[in-house]
T-cell receptor
Framework: GDSVTQMEGPVTLSEEAFLTINCTYT??????LFWYVQYPGEGLQLLLK?????DKGSNKGFEATYRKETTSFHLEKGSVQVSDSAVYFC??????????????FGQGTILTVHP | GAVVSQHPSWVICKSGTSVKIECRSL??????MFWYRQFPKQSLMLMAT?????????EQGVEKDKFLINHASLTLSTLTVTSAHPEDSSFYIC??????????????FGPGTRLTVL
């Protein structure tokens, strides 16, 4: 079945540091890929998405490129802020067959940014 | 737009009682809603897929008689945890997919309900 693997956390950075959170996936067909963010005490929010190979999703300074050859969707940000402290989830949605619309999540990566 | 609410946000109950959690799409119609369970510091695990007007589809290993799901309208789905026990304590999250096609490949998530069974 489909699966998503994220780099283990927690990740602790200083403000303005460069961020990378690795994400790789296993899926049949051509899934859509997502990054969700969960701030403390809140529900998940869509951060960015990519629906086909070589697409780049971007939002709020975060970027991720859909790499089919390496089955990866790594999240990057050039300069993190304290307000970026949250849990980040990589996920995929496979449109094939009975899987349509289901999201498969990675285990989540806790990011803490210090001033 | 695309707001999903859950009620209650937290609930504490005694072992053996039943608890109902509501999930509402506030500004869009959702033919499909999903229910997830999130354990501390772990990922979200899909429990079931709820389609308006039909029976929910449960994931393998999820007891359908214990976790009753009703999707009565295009804006409301409910999850009832029957005869709750301490091991059912968790964070329950719903999501909804917009029927209009806006963000058809995207689910909108509720803020979650923290259930604690004593």
């Amino acid at each position: 079945g489909d699966s998503v693997t994220q780099m283990e956390g927690p990740v602790t950075l200083s403000e303005e540091a460069f961020l990378t959170i690795n994400c790789t996936y296993t899926a049949t067909g051509y899934p859509s890929l997502f990054w969700y963010v969960q701030y403390p005490g809140e529900g998940l929010q869509l951060l960015l998405k990519a629906t086909k190979a070589d697409d780049k999703g971007s939002n709020k300074g975060f970027e991720a490129t859909y790499r089919k050859e390496t089955t990866s969707f790594h999240l990057e940000k050039g300069s993190v802020q304290v307000s970026d402290s949250a849990v980040y989830f990589c996920a995929l949605s496979n449109a094939g067959g009975t899987s349509y619309g289901k999201l498969t999540f990675g285990q989540g990566t806790i990011l803490t940014v210090h001033p | 737009g695309a707001v999903v609410s859950q009620h209650p946000s937290w609930v504490i109950c005694k072992s053996g009682t039943s608890v109902k959690i509501e999930c509402r799409s506030l500004d869009f119609q959702a033919t499909t809603m999903f229910w997830y369970r999130q354990f501390p510091k772990q990922s979200l695990m899909l429990m079931a897929t709820s389609n308006e007007g039909s029976k929910a589809t449960y994931e393998q290993g999820v007891e359908k008689d214990k976790f009753l799901i009703n999707h009565a309208s295009l804006t409301l789905s409910t999850l009832t945890v029957t005869s709750a026990h301490p091991e059912d304590s968790s964070f329950y999250i719903c999501s909804a997919r917009d029927r209009s096609g806006r963000g058809a490949d995207t689910q909108y998530f509720g803020p979650g309900t923290r259930l604690t069974v004593l």
